[in-house]
């Protein structure tokens, strides 16, 4: 059983588009994030939303917007897709604050591949 | 913000050799917590180990060990007989308590060679 899902695994597309990546926990975390993996391994943070309240919002264009409908789920839509968007894109979810040694220990989905045309 | 630095971009080694990857950060918070995590060839981010700001006692586990300097700013991971297995991209986070917020160096590419 899964404990952090996204879809789809890969996505292709045509600059302008708009697309969407789901993102699902089930560790019952309270907080849970994207990261954007460039094509030189480098790991951005862009979202970090805490019981549905975003808490991180880097400098990330507007084209980008995340939406929480719950705490289990984070999805990540963009829109006029541009070729600087090819990445993978991370979710991630974690327990804030926790005493236990899981604290603040960020569990990784598979990964979204999404690469612009 | 804090700043985690590996300056290490590849390393490579031959099978059974030791290798120690660098990482330094930077921070005001007293309160943090570092992390180590590995990204094979598959893509996939595997957590290695947590420590936090006060406990600076070195961990091993198996062939990997972790070295914890306040007084340097250093968390340097070792790995002992390295293993074809071990090639992959590790990554040294932070994350300051106050915000949850973790911050990644930029990766230092193992390649161990048979």
């Known amino acids: 059983d899964t404990a952090v899902s996204q879809t789809p695994k890969y996505l292709v597309t045509q600059m302008g588009n708009d697309k969407s990546i789901k993102c699902e926990q089930n560790?019952?975390?309270?907080?849970m994030y994207w990261y954007k993996q460039d094509s030189k391994k480098f790991l951005k943070i862009m979202f970090s939303?805490?019981?549905?309240?975003?808490?991180i919002n880097e400098t990330v264009p507007n084209r980008f917007s995340p939406k929480s409908p719950d705490k289990a789920h984070l999805n990540l839509h963009i829109n006029s897709l541009e070729l600087g968007d090819s990445a993978v894109y991370f979710c991630?979810?974690?327990?804030?604050?926790?005493?236990?040694?899981?604290?603040?220990?960020?569990?990784f989905g598979a990964g979204s591949r999404l690469t612009v045309l | 913000a804090q700043k985690v630095t590996q300056a290490q971009t590849e390393i490579s080694v031959v099978e059974k050799e030791d290798v120690t990857l660098d990482c330094v950060y930077e921070?005001?918070?007293?309160?943090?917590?570092l992390f180590w995590y590995k990204q094979p060839p598959s893509g996939e981010l595997v957590f290695l180990i947590r420590?936090?700001?006060?406990?600076?006692q070195n961990e091993i586990s198996g062939r990997y060990s972790w070295n914890f300097q306040k007084s340097t700013s250093s968390f340097n991971f070792t790995i002992t007989a390295s293993q074809v297995v071990d090639s992959a991209v590790y990554f040294c986070?932070?994350?300051?308590?106050?915000?949850?917020?973790?911050?990644f160096g930029a990766g230092t590419r193992l390649t161990v060679k048979p």
């Open positions: 921070t005001r918070d007293t309160t943090y917590y």
């Open positions: 986070a932070l994350s300051e308590a106050q915000n949850n917020d973790m911050r």
């Open positions: 560790l019952g975390h309270d907080t």
């Open positions: 420590r936090n700001s006060f406990d600076e």
């Open positions: 939303y805490n019981n549905k309240e975003l808490i």
């Open positions: 991630a979810s974690s327990q804030w604050g926790a005493s236990s040694s899981g604290a603040n220990v960020l569990t």
